[in-house]
């Protein structure tokens, strides 16, 4: 392959100005990660210590504690405890709170040495606060102000023997301070960018008369890998067993000519990134026909027993997170092994595809899962009865139906399905392999009162 211009000094600009875009990008993505770092540094360590305090403290003792009290030694066990992480933390502030409702709260023990916080004194509300009276620990995003100053504070509740909340703990930081460190951090992580940003640009500056010589490389290289991912395609089309007259492919994905391309192409550059685009649009063609076959059963067109697995996967992690509504439908052929040893395989094909056609008309194609040689199984986001009754009607009826209008049916042996649903119960069941548990001993029992009714041979 010959290149009758070379890399061009524009394109290396370009170049070199996106580098040191990405650069930027990445220093201020790394100062807000560093940000971000801190902070939940900080709060971590905020709610660590209050974690432990509140291990150590009784629920029912801070529910009933008043300002009475405060020379009990239930109290001072209290106050002692929260003097202990206060001077062994070297904490400004860790006190008490009570939840008076209505979103009011107030002190309970403050063990400040200096101007604590008088029993029964309101504090500022924040929705920290209020996460904590409702038993989640949370920690302020924003900093408030009150008599004492400037804080970001963390909460923690503390639970009676009830479970419930007896009562809170708090720990402040000072705004001001924390807001400085966070300066210093922000501060130190953007001159260590702007060094980057230098370094970046020297080094773009120092590789620029090689760029040309090993893109020139890359290109022969990439001539070699079009001509292999060729052979590639070729080598799945045959892989993939379809015949050559079914084999369908994608026209938008268009072959690269060399000579066309040459016409329009400025440099190496430019060359790389049209081949680049070729052989990504070839290998994206048959990576998306080998996921269909993968995923697709091949006699019926409903999906396979892989998809079924992928999908349980994603109910499974549902059930996991959140509470979902689905139910199971179990199908299978009545009397396909007798079809099969005595009118061949192929009129149990027969009966196979009309089954899937049948229950792709209800279930819809997309929740249509053949698990097995006879077997079906539908996802159906339907929880009501009556629907699947609905449901399981309409196959009956389109079964019949079939019956009577395709005449292998009627001279041969005819078709019928079993079918079992089962709707998954929240709280009761843990898996899907619950319900299809279920549906499957129903589908069973429809096969035992079909057999009771009619011959196995026929």
Avoid at 148 to 172: E, L, M, Q
Avoid at 357 to 366: A, M, R, T, Y
Avoid at 374 to 391: G, P, R, T, Y
């Amino acid at each position: 392959m010959k290149f009758k211009k070379s890399f061009s000094r524009v394109t290396i600009i370009i170049i070199s100005i996106f580098m040191l875009v990405v650069t930027g990008v990445l220093g201020t993505v790394l100062i807000i990660q560093s940000r971000n770092d801190l902070r939940k540094e900080m709060r971590g360590r905020m709610l660590d210590i209050l974690n432990s305090a509140a291990y150590l403290l009784d629920g029912d003792v801070l529910e009933r504690l008043q300002k009475e009290d405060v020379d009990t030694p239930e109290y001072q066990y209290s106050l002692n405890i929260l003097r202990a992480f206060q001077d062994n933390f070297k904490l400004a502030y860790i006190y008490g709170i009570r939840d008076m409702g209505d979103k009011r709260f107030t002190f309970t023990i403050d063990p400040a040495v200096e101007n604590p916080g008088e029993f029964g004194e309101p504090i500022v509300y924040t929705d920290a606060l209020y996460s904590a009276s409702r038993g989640v620990a949370a920690v302020d995003d924003i900093p408030y102000e009150d008599k004492w100053g400037r804080f970001y504070s963390a909460y923690v509740p503390v639970f009676n023997s009830k479970g419930k909340v007896g009562g809170i703990i708090a720990v402040d930081v000072d705004a001001t301070w924390y807001e400085q460190r966070l300066r210093k951090h922000i501060f130190t992580t953007l001159i260590i960018c702007i060094i980057s940003l230098i370094a970046g640009g020297i080094i773009v500056f120092l590789i620029f008369e090689r760029i040309q010589k090993r893109l020139s490389y890359i290109n022969l290289e990439m001539g070699q890998l079009t001509d292999e991912v060729e052979e590639l395609a070729q080598a799945l089309k045959i892989a993939s067993g379809r015949r050559s007259d079914t084999f369908e492919y994608d026209e938008s994905y268009s072959a690269y000519d060399e000579e066309d391309s040459q016409s329009g192409i400025n440099d190496e550059f430019e060359e790389l990134c049209e081949r680049l685009k070729y052989v990504r649009s070839e290998l994206q063609q048959y990576i998306d026909d080998a996921h269909e076959l993968a995923y697709t059963d091949a006699l019926t067109g409903a999906a396979n027993r892989n998809a079924y697995i992928e999908n349980v996967k994603l109910y499974d992690d549902e059930i996991r997170e959140s509470e979902p509504e689905f139910s199971i439908a179990v199908f299978d052929i009545n009397g396909l092994k007798n079809a099969n040893d005595t009118y061949g395989h192929e009129y149990g094909d027969l009966l196979i595809i009309t089954a899937s056609d049948i229950l792709k008309d209800f279930v819809g194609s997309e929740n249509l899962f053949r698990i097995g040689g006879d077997e079906f199984v539908a996802i159906l986001e339907v929880s009501k009865q009556e629907k699947l009754d609905e449901i399981f009607a309409a196959i009956d009826s389109s079964v019949a139906e079939a019956n009577e209008n395709v005449e292998d049916f009627k001279t041969k042996a005819p078709l019928a399905i079993s079918k079992g649903v089962s709707t998954y119960v929240q709280g009761k069941d843990s898996s899907v392999q619950v319900v299809f548990h279920r549906a499957d001993e129903a589908m069973y029992a429809d096969k035992t009162a079909y057999y009771k009714k009619h011959d196995r041979r026929h």
